[in-house]
């Protein structure tokens, strides 16, 4: 996209929980209406008052632990489904595309569920086929970071992350294996500051759902050669508590 800012333009802005202030989420790109859907409470904690408002037939729970499903789903008497949706990475795609068969199976809406899978498929095929025949020394460098909602620096970053892997870019991230967090989705880590700088990539990368990007404009980062040439574009968070899937 052609967002790109560097270090002296204006920072994006700042997200919270509502579908009004956070519009950088797909589903509310897809479906403006959102914005003015109250909320049913946080992920962790739905409001059971709010939801019983809504008058479900079904709950879906995204990475719900057993006991607090079962638990809901007691006080509510409204059946609880609980969905691991994974990831968009080749390893944990399986779960994504069993969590649309799930989808599609209670909801009557299975065409639905495997046209998506194709879809999934054929565009991370398509993306690959294009970068394909780029020799490895004429991929330029590149690095995300501020991965994930919240507070999360500039140094958080994902060793496999989707839209570098499928067009075969060169995550300068790649191969980092230690202290990586696996936890509801593709593993993330904190690299160390210094690391950044001295792999030097030419391209960052700058996932506009967490909270401040400060660190942009510290000095330990101006001789980066992409910051120092005004190569740091903003994208759409491609994590929020997990993977969002549309934006990927």
């Not at 800012?5 to 989420?25: L, Q």
């Not at 989808?103 to 999934?120: F, I, M, N």
């Not at 909270?211 to 992409?226: H, K, P, R, T």
Request: aromatic content about 10%.
């Amino acid at each position: 996209m052609d967002s790109g800012y560097s270090r002296t333009s204006a920072r994006p802005p700042t997200w919270s929980a509502s579908n009004s202030s956070r519009r950088s989420r797909p589903h509310v790109h897809a479906n403006p209406s959102l914005t003015e859907v109250d909320p049913i409470g946080s992920r962790k904690s739905p409001d059971r008052e709010r939801i019983l408002e809504q008058d479900p037939d079904v709950i879906f729970w995204a990475w719900a632990k057993g006991g607090d499903a079962t638990n809901l789903q007691n006080r509510l008497e409204i059946p609880v489904v609980v969905i691991r949706p994974g990831d968009i990475t080749d390893d944990l795609r399986p779960d994504f595309f069993q969590s649309l068969e799930l989808l599609g199976t209670v909801t009557g809406r299975t065409d639905a569920a495997e046209a998506l899978q194709t879809y999934t498929t054929e565009a991370i095929e398509d993306l690959r086929s294009r970068t394909s025949d780029v020799p490895e020394a004429d991929r330029p460098s590149s690095y995300v970071g501020y991965l994930g909602r919240g507070k999360h620096g500039f140094p958080y970053t994902q060793p496999v992350y989707p839209p570098l892997e499928f067009v075969n870019a060169d995550n300068v991230a790649s191969g980092v294996s230690e202290d990586l967090k696996k936890k509801k989705g593709a593993a993330r880590v904190t690299v160390d500051p210094e690391q950044i700088i001295e792999w030097d990539p030419s391209y960052i990368f700058v996932d506009v759902g967490t909270e401040s990007y400060d660190a942009l404009g510290e000095s330990e980062y101006q001789s980066i050669d992409a910051i120092e040439n005004g190569d740091v574009y903003s994208v759409f968070p491609t994590r929020d508590y997990s993977i969002n899937f549309a934006t990927a």
